[in-house]
């Protein structure tokens, strides 16, 4: 079952190659890799992006946020996370509807 807080907006790819070609192969698979960032929990989403740029060698970091809309400061977070031995236990990751308002929110309430 999903609730209201476990639904997450699936962010739409700000690269050129998408902005032009919408229907391309590079497009549908950044529309792929969002729909998964979107339904993973933040530690996973980190751990996931933060690989999926370093499998992609340099300019990876700037290029998976621009595909996913993170921070780069939360995707190197997850590459250096992954390069810890042995990693963390994966406690930590905040419940449905804690972390800091949404801006659409917060202005809706003023």
């Known amino acids: 079952m ?4 476990s639904r997450r907006v699936v ?3 700000a690269c050129t190659s998408c902005q032009r070609h919408p229907h391309s192969s590079d497009a549908r698979e950044h529309r792929r890799i969002n729909r998964l960032v ?3 929990d933040e530690r996973t989403r980190r751990l996931l992006v933060g690989f999926l740029a370093h499998q992609h060698g340099r300019g990876g970091l700037a290029l998976f946020s621009r595909i996913t809309g993170l921070d780069p400061d939360t995707i190197a977070r997850g590459q250096r996370e992954l390069q810890r031995s042995p990693p963390k236990p994966a406690h930590g990751i ?3 509807g804690a972390g800091r308002p949404r801006a659409e929110k917060k ?3 003023s």
């Open 94 to 96: 905040r419940r449905p």
């Open 107 to 109: 202005v809706r309430e």
């Open 38 to 40: 979107a339904a993973a």
């Open 11 to 13: 962010h739409v790819c």
């Open 2 to 5: 999903i609730t209201e807080h």
